[in-house]
């Protein structure tokens, strides 16, 4: 008895050590699972030296994070130029492409020699395409106002022109990675997208040459700005409104347009449509010929029944949402920023360079997000991610800057139940709250 005893205890013994290192392997598991890492992403929304401030003390959760913009490398004259306009500039998003709005509008006012929108507008693509080559106000200027066909290049217009939809038919994206708190100039890299053939062969109606001194009736020419002051998209101002002004600085320093100073007249689109709406009412009723803006893409579709009515141009440096390339626009409607159609090929590949194989696609709500979300996705489908492997979310952004915050901590508990290795953030400022969201759940994120 005492040795079948001894040998029972033993046992016990035994089963208890077993059992305890089995419940502490189980722990670690547990553990492991609710720690689950990916790699976070953005958007040229919010991918910008400005946005983890939006993050508060949680600034660092954007390390690591990599994401797509449209970018060329902007030459160090041009930032250098922008920053005598603005100082304090640190971002340079959309700025290339403000100025070369500005410069087009201009250039083709001077070509049409007139300051009516419907002869404007037919000559704006024209600008871009086959003509005398031109890459800057004064020599641009000079052989407009001498009614020479030119070809505008410049800072964000590059490789070619503007398609017969009025937008670029070539584009340049770059790819950038935060650092700690800061995007490094040294890991950003530039991929080309489009194709040069695209653009407009059409032959625009003969340029009219100015004559000697101008003509003193001729009214001048008045741009009025439609850019985020406020509002969501509002951290991307700065650089905009630095390239329009440097703009109108430089155009009026090469005698300005049909003789006469370019007016500009500010204005605010809120990345609100009630905001933008009335901004507009308020240029048409002071005589704006070319509305720049609006800065969302949800925007400009929002103001443009109202622009087109007045017969005015709606000319956006900054929309990239696919649809508007066949928008109902009457001929009014351009941009110098490439449609999502482009951007979408160079997101998925960043993504998928990385060996992401769970990939989840969160976008505002708005033509903005929803339209590049679905053109990423479409994008990974074709390399070969199938569709059980992709989530998409969205979430509806404030309505304005007394709304509640974005809510995301339901969103991010899907994402952590789905399994991801990957989330992409398809958003301006407010889409801050969807990393909180993510980090609140228990999401790291892989620097």
Not at 155 to 175: C, I, M, Q, W
Request: hydrophobic share 40%.
């Amino acid at each position: 008895m005492l040795v079948s005893r001894r040998s029972r205890v033993a046992s016990l013994a035994a089963c208890a050590t077993i059992l305890l290192a089995t419940s502490a392997c189980g722990d670690d598991k547990a553990e492991e699972a609710s720690t689950q890492q990916v790699r976070l992403y953005g958007t040229d929304g919010n991918m910008l030296n400005s946005y983890p401030a939006e993050l508060k003390e949680r600034a660092s959760l954007v390390d690591g994070m990599k994401g797509t913009t449209p970018l060329v490398p902007l030459p160090d004259d041009f930032k250098n130029r922008l920053r005598a306009v603005n100082p304090a500039l640190t971002d340079y998003l959309y700025a290339a492409e403000s100025y070369d709005a500005v410069v087009i509008a201009v250039l083709a006012a001077q070509l049409a020699g007139s300051t009516d929108p419907a002869a404007i507008a037919k000559q704006i693509v024209a600008v871009t395409n086959d003509g005398q080559r031109c890459e800057d106000p004064v020599s641009c200027l000079t052989l407009a106002r001498n009614g020479q066909d030119i070809e505008y290049r410049s800072v964000s217009l590059t490789r070619a022109g503007f398609t017969d939809k009025g937008e670029p038919a070539t584009a340049s994206y770059a790819t950038l990675t935060f650092d700690g708190q800061q995007i490094n100039d040294g890991k950003t890299e530039f991929v080309g997208a489009g194709i040069e053939s695209a653009a407009s062969t059409k032959t625009p109606p003969k340029p009219k040459k100015q004559r000697a001194g101008g003509d003193p009736a001729q009214e001048p020419l008045i741009l009025g700005g439609l850019l985020p002051k406020t509002g969501d998209l509002s951290i991307a101002y700065p650089s905009m409104a630095a390239g329009a002004a440097l703009a109108i600085k430089e155009v009026n320093a090469a005698g300005g347009a049909l003789g006469k100073p370019v007016t500009w007249l500010d204005g605010d689109d809120g990345t609100n449509p009630a905001v933008a709406k009335a901004t507009v009412a308020k240029h048409v009723t002071d005589g704006v010929s070319v509305i720049i803006g609006a800065g969302g893409s949800g925007i400009s579709r929002a103001v443009l029944p109202d622009v087109v009515q007045a017969g005015k141009i709606l000319f956006s440096p900054s929309n990239t949402d696919a649809g508007l390339t066949d928008v109902e626009d009457d001929g009014l409607y351009f941009r110098t920023a490439p449609p999502d159609s482009l951007q979408g090929r160079a997101l998925a590949d960043v993504i998928l360079r990385d060996g992401s194989q769970k990939i989840v696609i969160v976008a505002r709500k708005d033509s903005y997000g929803e339209g590049l979300q679905a053109t990423v996705r479409e994008e990974l489908e074709k390399a070969g991610i199938a569709g059980d492997r992709l989530k998409l979310m969205t979430y509806e952004p404030p309505a304005d800057a007394k709304a509640p915050p974005v809510d995301f901590s339901g969103g991010a508990k899907e994402i952590k139940e789905f399994g991801a290795d990957a989330v992409l953030i398809i958003g301006f400022s407010e889409s801050a709250q969807v990393i909180r969201g993510l980090a609140d759940s228990g999401v790291q994120f892989r620097s």
